[in-house]
């Protein structure tokens, strides 16, 4: 259900609940249920990009077929994507990266050999402000709009994927990217790479979600990434999956037409 229909769902449930409790059939306590309830549900809708609740997002693609997509996120990192690049270059494995535009802007050279190397771009917003959750959809805008301009100024392309800051969406982003007109990629499998602990349990995690079909979320921003890929890569190979861009997965154009 999208944001809409349970809005309605709740506002008929809560007059047939003051009915009853005019009526005293219920305590007036029930009457604070409703309205927690469907705060609680808008919350989880925000945080869980899984749930299409304010906006669309692609999660995966087709199912039938053995591929999957390694994403990357927060870079280009000067350590630690260059070391991400080599291990992908080793397995002939293309990627696609979500990068912030400050970033970008710091690192064109890196970005260049993103592109030479024939991974994809996609924007991942140009701050990623820990408060970037709260901005109105002219802000959005400017964020959205200001990252494809730097990824388009490093290789000459404009992305037309965009991935939300921590996977959190509202109303605004949704507005928002309805006119910017950016395919929103989510994904399937998120094993929290981010977090502090063994690059074992991370992929563990990551080999026994991933199904034909799925995005994979990382960060090419710590160091813990080197050796999750060294386990990874090659045991995905095993199980033989063909690691493909996310544009080759859900058969959707990852850059603007000239």
């Not at 053995?66 to 270059?89: K, N, Y």
């Not at 998120?190 to 034909?212: C, E, F, G, H, N």
């Amino acid at each position: 259900m999208n944001i809409k229909q349970i809005l309605l769902l709740l506002s008929i449930l809560f007059a047939l609940t003051a009915v009853l409790v005019v009526s005293s059939a219920l305590p007036w306590l029930v009457m604070l249920i409703l309205p927690i309830a469907g705060l609680t549900i808008l919350v989880f809708g925000a945080f869980s990009i899984r749930w299409n609740f304010f906006l669309k997002a692609i999660h995966c693609g087709d199912t039938t077929r053995r591929q999957i997509a390694l994403t990357f996120d927060d870079g280009p990192h000067p350590d630690h994507t260059p070391r991400v690049l080599a291990q992908l270059r080793e397995y002939g494995i293309r990627a696609t990266f979500f990068c912030i535009g400050q970033h970008v802007e710091q690192h064109p050279e890196l970005m260049q050999r993103i592109h030479d190397e024939g991974h994809l771009v996609g924007n991942h917003s140009f701050t990623h402000a820990s408060t970037i959750d709260f901005h109105g959809k002219a802000k959005w805008l400017a964020e959205i709009r200001q990252t494809d301009e730097a990824i388009e100024h490093a290789i000459g392309k404009r992305p037309q994927f965009f991935r939300p800051p921590y996977g959190v969406t509202t109303p605004h982003l949704a507005k928002a990217v309805r006119e910017s007109g950016h395919h929103v990629i989510g994904w399937r499998v998120r094993p929290y790479d981010t977090v502090a602990r063994p690059s074992q349990r991370i992929t563990k995690k990551i080999l026994k979600k991933t199904r034909s079909g799925d995005i994979i979320l990382l960060h090419d921003t710590h160091d813990r990434i080197i050796p999750v890929l060294e386990q990874l890569l090659p045991e995905l190979k095993k199980l033989d999956f063909s690691l493909v861009t996310v544009e080759k997965l859900i058969q959707q154009q990852a850059y603007a037409k000239p």
